[in-house]
């Protein structure tokens, strides 16, 4: 079965967005590893967007299931790995003023440089997957930096705009998780996956975990609107929240 990582990067979008302390990513990890994830994602960046090195710090302790560290391979982000340890790290291409990963990243540009930052981060036991395109010539580079992982990047069948256009990206996925699985990787999935596009890519056979998060952070928003309104007319009562939380508790026993 396809397991699940979770993306907590935009509840961190929503804090940042005030440069407050709510909402604290750190909590909406310990709640979506009580809906079920398997993994919880975060992509420290370098402009510092959205998580901050404070989180990924603390996500290291209090994460229950695994954590994935996305970040750009360079070498502040090396050292930051090295010193947290997540258990394990997508590497991701990242430009400053892009509004999200836009592609894979192009492992022919510098094979080199790619082969040394695995053998630094493997050595220290921590698991590299690099997120590329579906394509031939990068699942090969990615095999020959020794990494143990790739995360295929989705975000083109996500975008496709017609039925036949979808068919083709999801066979390039298809093609690129065989071909990885024969060079000894193990394959992740991830970008632009919604609620209505995830399962023909959660079937391809030889795909261990999808990576999601935008369409579950904005559906969270959604489904929590309801009773944050509602308990937020109960504190303009005098109702403290706290209170109305503990005596929810109360009842469910
Ligand atoms: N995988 C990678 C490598 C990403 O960069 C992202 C976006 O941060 C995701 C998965 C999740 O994408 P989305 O937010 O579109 O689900």
Same mark, same amino acid.
């Given at each position: ?123 220290? !036991?921590?698991? *590299? ?7 031939? &010539?990068?699942? #090969?580079? /990615?095999? $020959?930096? @020794? ?70 952070? !904005?559906?969270? *928003? ?7 309104? &509602?308990?937020? #007319?109960? /504190?303009? $009562?005098? @109702? ?14």
């Amino acid at each position: 079965m396809t397991t699940l990582g979770v993306n907590i990067d935009h509840v961190a979008t929503i804090r940042q967005a005030r440069k407050t302390v709510e909402p604290d990513p750190v909590a909406a990890a310990f709640l979506a590893e009580l809906g079920g994830a398997d993994g919880i994602t975060v992509h420290l960046r370098e402009d510092r967007r959205h998580i901050q090195d404070r989180d990924v710090e603390i996500l290291r302790q209090t994460v229950r299931t695994h954590l994935n560290l996305e970040m750009a391979p360079t070498e502040e982000m090396i050292e930051i790995a090295l010193r947290i340890k997540p258990d394990y790290v997508t590497l991701v291409p990242e430009k400053r003023q892009e509004i999200t990963t836009e592609g894979g990243l192009n492992l022919l540009s510098d094979l080199d440089y790619f082969c040394s930052v695995v053998d630094k981060l493997q050595s220290a !036991s921590i698991p *590299v997957s690099w997120f590329i395109d579906a394509q031939e &010539s990068q699942i #090969k580079a /990615a095999a $020959q930096t @020794n990494a143990l992982f790739i995360e295929l990047h989705t975000g083109q069948y996500a975008e496709a705009h017609d039925a036949t256009s979808r068919k083709q990206e999801l066979d390039f996925l298809i093609q690129g998780t065989q071909q990885a699985r024969e060079l000894g990787m193990s394959v992740n999935a991830g970008h632009g996956l919604t609620y209505w596009n995830v399962h023909p890519v959660a079937c391809i056979s030889g795909i261990e975990e999808l990576n999601i998060g935008h369409t579950i952070i !904005s559906r969270s *928003v959604l489904v929590g609107m309801e009773r944050a309104v &509602s308990e937020m #007319k109960l /504190a303009i $009562q005098g @109702n403290n929240i706290s209170k109305q939380l503990k005596n929810q508790e109360n009842k469910g026993r």
